[in-house]
């Protein structure tokens, strides 16, 4: 599951902008994870602050 | 609610404001949605443009800009530099924008040229008829809202949707976006009369630092690096870094962070009924990362266009053709230049990086554009520049 650190996104909208399955959506200051997400970590790599992560 | 229009414009950047103004100009009906509840902030940039290009776009109020600076210095990875004037230092140098003050601004331009500014309302997704875009849904501070348009505006920016919604992939790989942070940084210690870019691999692998002035003794300094290269929360890690090494006594006043596409000109920023415009279209110059300048450029191209398609009746791809020819024509080729620069800097190893730097020592660069100073690299590391041969004669 791809969890997202509240207290860490900065809310830029990179992750939303290499989701190859469009399952991010940034609301303002909030990160929407849709059921679409394959879970396959691309966006956890290209977070400048570290505030995205896959956990089993 | 149900709203009709001409176009709406999702977005209100710098692209989306001069599309909208430009056809509320030309006398279409235009409504321009912003998702956040402020214009222009949090910004996600370093802020720099060039200052002849920007003032044949616009008349800059003087509170839009920050500072002005006279040139620009590159320091290779063993520190040695070499320095630009501003008016040949190509677009990313001259002014240093207030981009909370800017963006607004250049929205209420848009709303004073007769278009309606709606903030905290985000598109939800197209309406279509026949399969045909017919406007947006949106939820305007969280209340559903029908804005019926034939034409819509993608400005949406690095998260857009709008071509995706149209069936424009416009997914960036890792490869081609840049990963940045930013701190706005009090120190004794900077020189508001320069930009400063610093390469290396170990400073921002497969990018580069920065230190743009923004007043006395106070600037954006941040870095951006590939996506490829990067692992979570690797910017903000470098950035920290770079901060110990080269302002350790910087006081950090303001934190900005975003991802900048690099992935040059995309296939098509046009489908039945759409145009997208700005970072939406990936309309950023792939080796600076700067796109507010492109974005403004095909902003009034999208607007000027938009009033003649809404003329002559035809908002299908091929009735919006002559945007797509025209960005091109105008920006394109820059940024597919720029891109295959890209492509070619971010091989380059750190001696690769000093070699290239320190072989313009000698020589007076000062009065160069880009391109000139491209031409003495090449004439002094052939073989280093080689695969760049086509890109400099």
Redesign the interface.
């Known amino acids: 599951m791809l969890t997202v650190n509240r207290y860490?996104c900065?809310?830029?909208?990179?992750?939303?902008?290499?989701?190859?399955t469009?399952a991010?959506?940034?609301?303002?200051t909030w990160l929407e994870v849709s059921a679409d997400c394959k879970e396959c970590g691309?966006c956890?790599?290209?977070?400048?602050?570290?505030?995205?992560?896959v956990k089993a | 609610m149900n709203m009709n229009c001409d176009v709406v414009v999702v977005g209100a950047g710098p692209g989306g404001s001069m599309a909208a103004k430009t056809a509320a100009a030309a006398g279409l009906k235009v409504v321009m949605l912003e998702?956040?509840?402020e214009i222009g902030d949090?910004v996600?940039c370093a802020e720099g443009v060039g200052k002849r290009a920007f003032c044949q776009m616009v008349k800059p109020e003087p509170e839009w800009i920050a500072a002005e600076v006279k040139g620009a210095r590159i320091y290779a990875p063993d520190g040695s530099r070499i320095v630009m004037s501003e008016d040949k230092g190509g677009s990313e140098v001259g002014y240093v924008l207030e981009r909370k003050v800017f963006d607004r601004g250049l929205a209420m331009e848009a709303a004073r040229a007769g278009a309606k500014v709606m903030v905290?309302t985000?598109a939800l997704g197209l309406l279509k008829e026949d399969g045909v875009p017919c406007g947006v849904s949106a939820l305007r501070i969280g209340e559903p809202l029908k804005i019926r348009a034939p034409l819509i505006i993608g400005a949406d920016?690095?998260?857009?949707?709008v071509g995706?919604w149209a069936g424009i992939d416009?997914?960036?790989?890792?490869k081609d976006?840049e990963?940045?942070?930013q701190f706005l940084v009090s120190d004794p210690k900077i020189d508001d009369q320069y930009t400063e870019f610093f390469l290396g691999n170990t400073i921002a692998p497969a990018g580069y630092a920065w230190s743009f002035p923004k007043g006395e003794m106070l600037a954006n300094v941040g870095l951006g690096i590939l996506?490829s290269r990067?692992?979570?929360?690797?910017?903000?890690?470098l950035l920290c870094s770079f901060m110990k090494s080269h302002f350790p006594n910087g006081k950090v006043v303001e934190?900005?962070?975003?991802?900048d596409?690099c992935s040059g000109p995309i296939e098509s920023a046009t489908a039945d009924g759409v145009m997208l415009v700005g970072d939406a279209a990936r309309q950023t110059d792939p080796l600076t990362g700067g796109g507010i300048l492109t974005a403004m450029q095909a902003g009034m191209i999208v607007g000027e266009v938009a009033a003649k398609a809404l003329a002559a009746g035809d908002l299908s791809k091929a009735g919006l053709k002559e945007y797509e020819d025209r960005w091109r024509a105008d920006i394109g080729g820059h940024l597919a230049r720029s891109y295959e620069f890209k492509e070619f800097f971010v091989k380059l190893s750190d001696k690769d990086l000093n070699q290239l730097i320190g072989s313009l020592a000698k020589e007076d660069i000062s009065k160069m554009d880009l391109r000139g100073m491209l031409r003495v690299l090449f004439r002094l590391n052939p073989k280093l520049l080689w695969e760049l041969r086509h890109l400099v004669i």
């Open positions: 860490k900065c809310y830029c909208g990179a992750c939303v902008g290499v989701c190859p469009t991010l959506e940034l609301v303002e691309i956890t790599k290209i977070c400048p602050v570290g505030a995205l992560e | 998702k956040r509840q949090p996600r905290k985000r920016g690095v998260e857009s949707k995706r416009t997914t960036l790989k890792l976006i990963t940045c942070a996506g990067s692992k979570p929360g690797e910017a903000t890690r934190m900005v962070v975003g991802g596409p």
